[in-house]
Every structure is written in structure tokens, then in C-alpha cells.
């Protein structure tokens, strides 16, 4: 996200709250600044937990594009601390215009369970113009196996767009589907569904989840994002019910046996 310019740093939060089944949370907060440097980004993080459970082997990453770096290891992050990190990825030179990348942290429970938060960030290259397109709804049902985020697109302007719409979710979040290229005609929406798959995340855990939309105009890079947070919920029980249908055939087939009884001997 960066040429040899230097692009002003920016501050962002993000905030993942998980819930095991005990009453106490770990709710893990970071803001990052990021700066331009010659072929790389670098990225000051600041990890916070404002929960009231210690997380355990904090590690803050950055992620642009399909390259990451992982910063220095904390073993303990106990409630009401923080730490604070610089994280530089090498990215070569980048266009003028907004790029997104991601910082993540990850870390266990008590219980050694791994999660991971996540916040997707623009990076400023340059001094492009605002993006003529923007994400003015992102939702996100509660997922306990599979749900379809939605991403609402707007065109800002009287030209046609060719729109890449991305979806980033944290580990244990799955997106099963590759990013769709949408065209988007002047001054019209169009809704995207993205099919997310719940891998390991527990119930009761909040996730912030984003989605950026991203196009191209003479020789600079356009990129907006949204977010919404999704809630996990426990899969639906299938023994239950199904016991309950075998259940109701039996029974019907009971009746119709004795019905067909009853009618055999009036007959005979």
C-alpha cells in the first residue's frame, strides 16, 4: 500500500470478544498505525484486553494481499493490558490510491482453544480522490454451520463500475466461494452474497467480520470497507427431531395396520 511516498498514518480499532462457556471473556482491542516505506508496510499495533480472563500466547500478524508477518510472541495478556508492536511486510511498490490489508491477532483461552480477532484497514497512497463507490450495508445473520454475508454496493458516479467485493473473516471462519467481480451500473446498487462456513468457532463468541469492494480508474486503485460482527450460535440439534419423525411413522403406520385389520374382518 505504498510507493516511496509516505502515506499519513491512520488509527483504527477493532475489538473480538469470545465467550467460552464459563462467564468470563476475553475481549481482545487493537489500533494500528501504518506508514509507507520503500517497498514495504509497516505497521505499529497496539493489542489491548479489556475482557476479564487472561488471553494466552498473543501474537499480532499482518496480512497484505496473499503475505504476512508475524510480530513477537506475548505469553500472557492479562485483563486491563497491552502491548504494542511494529510489524513491516514487504509489498514492493504499490499505485496510487487505497489498499486494504488486515492485522490479526491471535491467541488462546484458559483452555488453550485458539481464536483469532481481525480488522481490515486502507492504507493511502498518494492523494487520490474519494472512492466513487461505497458499502453502505454489510450483514451478517448469526452463523452456527453456514450463512451468506451480504455486501450492498453503490456507484457514486455516472460511470460504469467493475467491482472486486472480498470478504475477510478470522480463522475458524471459512469463505467457501472466490471473490466476485460485479459490474455496477452508474448510480445503481448491487446486493453480493458471500457463503461463510463456521470451522471451529464457538458458540457464544462474537466475530467482527469485513468486506472491502475494490476498482480500478486511470491508473489508481479505489477500495472501501465495511464491517458488521456476527454472532455464533450452537448448532441445531437433529437427534431430537428426527427421533420425533421416525416417531410420527411409526405411529401412522400403527393406525393404518389396525385400520386395514378392522376392515379385513368386516369383510370377512
Not at 48 to 77: C, F, H, I, Q, Y
Not at 246 to 255: A, C, D, F, K, P
Amino acid at each position: 500500500m505504498r510507493t516511496l511516498r509516505r502515506a499519513a498514518p491512520l488509527l483504527l480499532i477493532a475489538c473480538l470478544t469470545a465467550l467460552p462457556a464459563a462467564a468470563k471473556s476475553i475481549s481482545i482491542n487493537m489500533s494500528v498505525t501504518p506508514e509507507v516505506r520503500a517497498g514495504a508496510l509497516a505497521v505499529k499495533v497496539k493489542v489491548s484486553n479489556t475482557g476479564d480472563e487472561a488471553a494466552s500466547s498473543v501474537t499480532p500478524v499482518l496480512r497484505m494481499g496473499d503475505k504476512e508477518v508475524r510480530g513477537t510472541r506475548r505469553e500472557t495478556l492479562g485483563p486491563n493490558e497491552s502491548l504494542e508492536d511494529t510489524l513491516e511486510l514487504a509489498t514492493g511498490e504499490l499505485g496510487p490510491g487505497r489498499w486494504p490489508f488486515r492485522v490479526a491477532v491471535d491467541y488462546t483461552d484458559a483452555n488453550q482453544y485458539p481464536f483469532q480477532a481481525l480488522h481490515v484497514a486502507l492504507l493511502t497512497v498518494g492523494n487520490p480522490a474519494p472512492a466513487r463507490i461505497a458499502l453502505p450495508e454489510v450483514k451478517i445473520p448469526p452463523l452456527a454451520d453456514s450463512v451468506d454475508m451480504t455486501a450492498r454496493v453503490k456507484n457514486l458516479s455516472g460511470t460504469a463500475r467493475k467491482v472486486k467485493v472480498t470478504a475477510f473473516v478470522p480463522e475458524g471462519l471459512e469463505v467457501t466461494q472466490a471473490a466476485p467481480e460485479i459490474d455496477v451500473d452508474p448510480w445503481a446498487e448491487k446486493t453480493v452474497s458471500i457463503d461463510l462456513t463456521n470451522r471451529t468457532a464457538l458458540a457464544g463468541s462474537r466475530y467482527p467480520l469485513f468486506a472491502a469492494a475494490e476498482y480500478d480508474d486511470e491508473g489508481t486503485h479505489y477500495a472501501v470497507v465495511g464491517n458488521n460482527v456476527v454472532e455464533i450460535n450452537a448448532a441445531k440439534p437433529v437427534v431430537a427431531p428426527t427421533l420425533r419423525i421416525i416417531g410420527g411413522v411409526l405411529v401412522v403406520g400403527w393406525l393404518i395396520l389396525i385400520g386395514w385389520r378392522l376392515a379385513s374382518r368386516r369383510t370377512a
